[in-house]
């Protein structure tokens, strides 16, 4: 089974601030990772993914995370917070094991960022 | 636009009541998936659909069902609607399973 745990269901920040957002996985094999981005009344936007190449992995907006196996974490970062990046962020964790899992996204409960100017 | 088009964006229904939401996935995605998204419950998975067939179940209940066409759209129905059925359904659709989702912009479903 897999499974995701964000850390902080909201995360407040001063515009120009770093971002972090945090999220740590459980899976029995090699994952696959994503951030997803949503903002009010619609749907989820793809940040970035991390699919077993380079551990350090940019996205858009500005947006990278870094995949670290010994501590199963797979934290968001950004140097400098925009008032345009708050919106609730997604983590998200699937494998390319067989059985009813294959493909399957499982997502954490989501981190609303507030950017204070 | 993000390629997967949900139909429609938002319905208002009675409970008791039968609805249909429709999916159709990104150009070259084969695999569909359906979300229940709620306050309380977050992001929830509810079933899978490969070219035409089902390959996962989650959290579905009994009085909702999907299928996937041969033209690769998808629906879902949901019957006996109750009042806590009232939540965004998401269809997202993926050619393969490291390229993550294609997410639609949602079917608000309100019970009321």
């Known amino acids: 089974a897999q499974s995701v745990t964000q850390l902080g269901s909201h995360v407040s920040v001063s515009e120009g601030a770093l971002v972090l957002l945090r999220c740590n996985y459980s899976s029995s094999v090699p994952p696959y990772l994503f951030w997803y981005v949503q903002y009010p009344n619609q749907g989820l936007q793809l940040l970035l993914k991390?699919?077993?190449?380079?551990?350090l992995v940019k996205g858009i907006n500005g947006f990278e995370a870094e995949f670290k196996k010994s501590e199963t974490s797979f934290h968001l970062t950004k140097p400098s917070a925009h008032m345009s990046d708050a919106a609730e962020y997604f983590c998200?964790?699937?494998?390319?094991?067989?059985?009813?899992?294959?493909?399957?996204?499982?997502f954490g409960q989501g981190t609303i960022l507030t950017v204070h100017p | 636009d993000s390629g997967v088009t949900q139909t429609p964006k938002h319905l208002i229904t009675a409970t008791g009541q039968r609805v249909t939401l429709r999916c159709s996935p990104r150009?070259?995605?084969?695999?569909v998936y359906w979300y229940q998204q709620s306050l309380d419950q977050g992001l929830q998975f509810l079933i899978q659909?490969?070219?035409?067939?089902?390959?996962a179940k989650g959290n579905i209940l009994e009085r909702f069902s999907a299928q996937q066409f041969p033209d690769l759209h998808s629906e879902l129905n949901l019957s006996s609607l109750e009042l806590g059925d009232s939540a965004l359904y998401f269809c997202a659709s993926s050619v393969d399973v490291g390229y993550g989702y294609t997410f639609g912009s949602g079917t608000r479903l309100t019970v009321v």
């Open positions: 998200a964790v699937s494998t390319n094991a067989g059985g009813t899992s294959y493909g399957k996204l499982t």
């Open positions: 991390y699919t077993s190449a380079a551990t």
């Open positions: 150009s070259g995605d084969l695999s």
């Open positions: 659909y490969y070219n035409g067939e089902e390959r």
